[in-house]
């Protein structure tokens, strides 16, 4: 399938991943409507960071993912829906539950319930490695346990077994992308990664939570590419896709690196207001990739050190728009 000629909506389009995904369309000549949520200020998120010539011929549908009546118009001429907005911050969870099961779960339902009332061609549904919990084995397949650990990820496992009944029950052509621990350029501080490159960058000290839990980081270029890809094969309608590296890096690791590419005289400094609830704290995550290889010929194509590299670069240019000192859920 391609989808060239497409009318394509994205969801969560104001996010990190969201405004690179719609960068990467627009560059590439399709023509896109974006659901942001809606605010007073007229804010339209990171899609900002878009040179205005190629953002000009977006159309912006200002809304809520829990507005059914909102999504359903919103999806009037559309073609193809990659859905990605949700609250997304495992710390946020702990506090308001509420709003993130609602957001991901219903939003989620209405994303899908529309998409089935108007014949959508195709849905890419975005899911996360914090569904699978602590590994019980690695790398970890698509076929691992999911476990809830934060009421984040239990939500999004929820919001990942109605695409997956959307999908039996009616017949919608849905496919999940799971990546694992995207990072990049533009990425908030509610990340790791910004969260010790700007602590790295204005003073002597990283701190951090839990320092031996392991993840799995992919270069936010190598997880648009493999959005569209999905998008355009009919194979993958169905399935679920895990989106990594194979490649696993401890936090403590991982701040060390980012001290050694930034301020090499950095301390790092756990501090208990950043750890996760004991039980909660998902300890493991090593993507097994070989299935999006096998269908999508798909694999990471940029390594950890160059991500960094780029991340850093892009925060020192834009480091007036972090707040450095605030920890932030």
Not at 18 to 34: A, F, M, N, Q, R
Not at 149 to 172: G, R, T, W
Request: net charge positive.
């Amino acid at each position: 399938m391609s989808i060239t000629s497409k009318k394509i909506l994205v969801t969560g389009a104001g996010g990190f991943v969201g405004s690179h995904l719609v960068e990467t369309l627009l560059l590439k000549g399709y023509k896109i409507k974006c659901f942001v949520r809606y605010n007073s200020r007229n804010d339209f998120g990171l899609l900002s960071e878009i040179p205005t010539k190629l953002f000009s011929e977006v159309e912006i549908i200002r809304g809520d993912l829990r507005d059914y009546h909102a999504l359903y118009k919103s999806l009037q001429g559309v073609d193809i829906v990659f859905h990605l907005g949700a609250l997304v911050a495992i710390p946020y969870s702990y506090k308001y539950p509420k709003d993130v099961i609602d957001t991901n779960i219903i939003g989620t339902f209405n994303v899908l319930n529309a998409s089935k009332e108007h014949s959508i061609d195709k849905i890419i549904h975005t899911s996360t490695s914090e569904v699978y919990g602590t590994a019980v084995y690695v790398p970890i397949d698509e076929n691992h346990p999911l476990q809830g650990q934060s009421p984040y990820s239990a939500s999004k496992i929820s919001a990942d077994k109605i695409a997956e009944s959307f999908f039996y029950s009616y017949n919608l052509p849905v496919a999940t992308i799971r990546p694992f621990n995207i990072y990049g350029p533009r990425q908030s501080l509610r990340a790791v990664i910004p969260t010790m490159i700007t602590q790295a960058l204005s003073k002597d000290t990283i701190n951090l939570g839990s320092l031996t839990p392991t993840r799995d980081f992919t270069f936010i270029t190598d997880t648009v590419e493999a959005f569209i890809k999905i998008a355009r094969n009919d194979k993958t309608i169905g399935k679920t896709y895990n989106i990594g590296s194979n490649k696993e890096i401890s936090i403590d690791d991982l701040a060390k690196k980012i001290c050694t590419l930034t301020n090499p005289n950095c301390e790092i400094i756990q501090e208990k207001i950043r750890m996760r609830p004991q039980n909660s704290e998902v300890e493991r995550l090593r993507a097994d990739n070989s299935i999006a290889l096998k269908d999508l010929n798909w694999k990471p194509c940029i390594s950890l050190e160059k991500g960094l590299r780029k991340t850093i670069h892009w925060i020192k240019t834009n480091i007036h728009k972090y707040g450095t000192k605030e920890f932030i859920l």
